[in-house]
């Protein structure tokens, strides 16, 4: 396995993801309209924005695991059955810590 190759990848989904929280972040801050409809629609939009930013903070937290198991060794290892996890896999899903086959029981 590749450990300069994944790294690379999560690092840049990282920044990625900080960048894009950031941006959440700042619309959610942003003054609200005055006009009942407007804001009726801007709080439907809050709600997405907040669904974004829990399940960003979600792959940030899964991110930094998947870089701490790069640091010892286990990244890439099934926490299921101990197999490895497929490169393919991996590169689809970097932060994964189930194989396909434990995935799918």
Known sequence: MQKEKFEKI???RLQDLNRRLHLVDSDLGRRKDAD???RAVELEN????????RAGQEEVRAIHAALQRLESGTFGICVECGAPISEARLEA???AVKCQSCLSE
């Open 10 to 12: 999560l690092r840049g």
């Open 36 to 38: 009942d409809e407007d």
């Open 46 to 53: 809050n709600d997405v924005l907040e669904g974004f930013g």
């Open 93 to 95: 899903v970097p932060f």
